[in-house]
C-alpha cells in the first residue's frame, strides 16, 4: 500500500503549532499520525504502486517485460479474477430446477412486467406450470400489489426475454451482474489503495463469499442492488480522482518542479461539470428505483462526496474549503437528488402507461375512484397522484411487517453469520437426485444463503481496523470504506422490530471485502519495509486468503444444492442457528 493520502490540514509555511489542531495533538497517543510533507500533487493524486524490482530480478524478467506486465496487469489481473468468479457463478446455473424462496415472487414479476409493464396475480400452481411447460404459460391480467419498485424486476426480466421463462432465464442477469461487480471492486479497489495486487485481493475475497455467490445465482433484488451501488461507487472515486488532477494542475509549480498549494486557487476553482458524478446520480437512481433502502445509501454518498471536495480543497491550500465547497461544489451534490427522483419516475413508466380503467397496474385508477377531486387534483395529473397513494401505501407496509418468519434476523447478528437463511432444502433417498447410493440414510440438499465464515469473522476485525485507520490516522480510504458499509448496514437498526434477513448485508458486503483487502495490505506491510517484516506479513496474508479458499470449497455443497450425506450437512452447521 502507498501511504496515506492525507485530508488533513498541513499546508506549507504554518509554524508547528499551526499544522496540527490541538484535538489532534491529543490524538498522537492513541496513535494518530498525520500524513507526511511531500509534493501536493502526490497527495491530491498519489502515484499507483508498483512491485519492488527485487521480485523482477528474482524472477529474471527482463525490463521490456517488466513494463509490459506492470502496464497490462491493471486490466490483466482483475479480468482474471473476473473470469474465475464468472465461470462459479455460471456453472450449472440452473440447478436446482425449482423455484427457489423469493423467486416465486421476483421470477414472475419480471415476466409480467417486461410483457405487460406491471406485475399481476398468479395463480397458486403456477410455479409448478411454469417449470412442467419450461415457462410457456398464459401470463395473467388481474394487477397485483407488490411492495418494491420495478427496476430490479426488469433487470431480471431481461434475462427471461433472452434465455427463456426458466431458472436459467430468470438467474442469468443476477448472475452477470454478479461477476460484473467482481470486476468492479477489483478497479475500485486498485483505485482506492493504488495497489492492482490489493484490488485484485478484493475482488478475490467477493468471488469466494458464499453469500455473494448464492445471491449471484438466484433471482432477488437485493445483488442487483448492491451492483448498483457498488458501480455509484466507483463512479464517484473516479469522479473524485477527476476533480483532484484538475485541481493539481491548476496550483502554481515552484523553481524546483514541485507543485505548491495556493489559497486563492483552491479557494474559486470551479471543478467542471463532473460526469462521473451524473453517472453516479443515474446508477443511485436505479438503486432506489431496485429497494428503497437504496435512499439511505444515497444520501450517504452525497455527504461522502462533498467531504471529499472539502478535502480536496484543504489539501490544495484552500482557507475556507467548507466554504469553497459549498459555493463550487454543493450545487453539483444538490442535483444528485432532482436526478434520482427522475430516474426512480422513468422506472415507473409500464406502470405509468398501463389503463386507468382498472385494468391497468395496481391503483393506477386510484385518483380517478376513490381519490377523485381534492386539493392536490387541481396540481397533479391523475397518474401522479395514484402513484403517490401506492407508493404510501407500500411505505405503510414495509414499517409494518412484523409477521415472524423462520429465518428472519437481527442486523446485530449479520456480522458474524448468526441466521443465514435457507433457499432451498430437499432430502433425497440414497441413489436418487444426486444422493450417493451408499450414503446409508438420507442426503440433504441445500441452498444456504451464508457468508465465508472464515471471511465474515476476519470482516469483523478488519472493520476494527477501518474504523481505527479513519479515526486515528484520518485515512480518507478507510472512511470510505466504513462510510459503505455504514450506509447499507446500520438502517436497519431502524426496524428491528420488522422482518428483517440476514441476506439484505450483501449491499455492503463489496466494502467489507474492502476492508479485509486493507488489512491484508497492512498486514503485508507499507513500501519500504525490511524483507524480514515483509516474509511474516505475507505468509500470514497468505495464510488467510488460503484458509477462505479452503472455507469457500468446504461449504460449496450447501451454496450449490448438492447432495451430501446428512451427517456431512451436520458436520458443517457449526452454529446451532444455521439449522
Known sequence: MTSTASSTDTRQGQAPHEQRPSWQQRLRRFGYAAGPRSDVRDR????????????????????????????????????????????????????????????????????????????????????DL???????????????????????????????LIFGFNPFGWRFMT????????????????????????????????SLDGLAFVMARTSLLDGVLMFFVVAAFGCLLLDRDRARE??????????????????????TLFLGLRPWRWAACLLLGLAIGTKWNG????????VMTLLWDVGSRRVAGARRPYVAALKYDLFLVALMVPVAISVYLLSWLGWILSPANGTGGYFRNWAATDGKGGFWSQFMPDWARSLWHYEHEVYEF????????????????????????????????????????SAGEKCAREVLAIGTPLLWWAACFALLYVLWRWAFRRDWRAGAIACGVAAGYLPWFLYQDRTI???????????????????????????????????VGAVGAG???????????????????????????????????WV
Open 543 to 577: 495464510v488467510l486468503m488460503l484458509l477462505i479458499t479452503w472455507n469457500f470449497i468446504y461449504f460449496w455443497p450447501l451454496y450449490t444444492g448438492t447432495a451430501i450425506p446428512i451427517d456431512q450437512w451436520r458436520s458443517r452447521m457449526w452454529l446451532d442457528t
Open 130 to 160: 411454469i417449470l412442467q411447460h419450461n415457462g410457456h404459460v398464459t401470463i395473467p391480467s388481474d394487477a397485483a400489489y407488490v411492495v418494491h419498485p420495478p427496476v430490479g424486476k426488469y433487470v431480471i426480466g431481461l434475462g427471461e
Open 501 to 535: 434477513f440476514f441476506f439484505y448485508s450483501i449491499v455492503f458486503l463489496p466494502f467489507l471485502c474492502l476492508a479485509v483487502a486493507m488489512l491484508i495490505g497492512a498486514l503485508i506491510g507499507p513500501p519500504g519495509s525490511d524483507d524480514t517484516r515483509r516474509v
Open 44 to 127: 491530491l493524486v498519489p502515484p499507483y504502486a508498483e512491485p519492488s524490482p527485487r521480485l523482477w530480478a528474482a524472477l529474471g524478467l527482463s525490463p521490456a517485460l517488466v513494463d509490459r506486465v506492470t502496464r497490462w496487469s491493471g486490466w490483466g489481473g482483475p479480468l482474471l479474477v473476473t473470469l474465475m468468479a464468472g465461470v462459479l457463478r455460471f456453472y450449472h446455473l440452473g440447478s436446482p430446477k425449482a423455484v427457489i424462496f423469493d423467486e416465486t415472487y421476483y421470477a414472475k414479476d419480471a415476466w409480467a412486467l417486461v410483457h405487460r409493464g406491471f406485475e399481476v396475480n398468479w395463480d397458486k400452481n403456477a410455479n
Open 246 to 267: 484538475k485541481l493539481a494542475a491548476a496550483l502554481p509549480v515552484d523553481a524546483d518542479g514541485r507543485v505548491r498549494p495556493d489559497a486563492h486557487t483552491a479557494d
Open 175 to 206: 448472475a452477470l451482474l454478479g461477476t460484473l461487480a467482481v470486476l468492479m471492486l477489483c478497479r475500485i479497489g486498485r483505485r482506492l489503495f493504488r495497489s492492482t495486487f490489493l484490488g485484485c485481493v478484493a475482488g478475490v475475497l467477493m
Open 398 to 437: 414495509n414499517v409494518g411487517l412484523h409477521s415472524p418468519h423462520t429465518y428472519m434476523s437481527n442486523p446485530w447478528s449479520w456480522l458474524v453469520d448468526g441466521r443465514p437463511v435457507s433457499y432451498f432444502y430437499e432430502s433425497p433417498s440414497p441413489g436418487s437426485d444426486g444422493c450417493p447410493a
Open 295 to 302: 435512499l439511505y445509501i444515497a444520501a450517504a454518498f452525497m
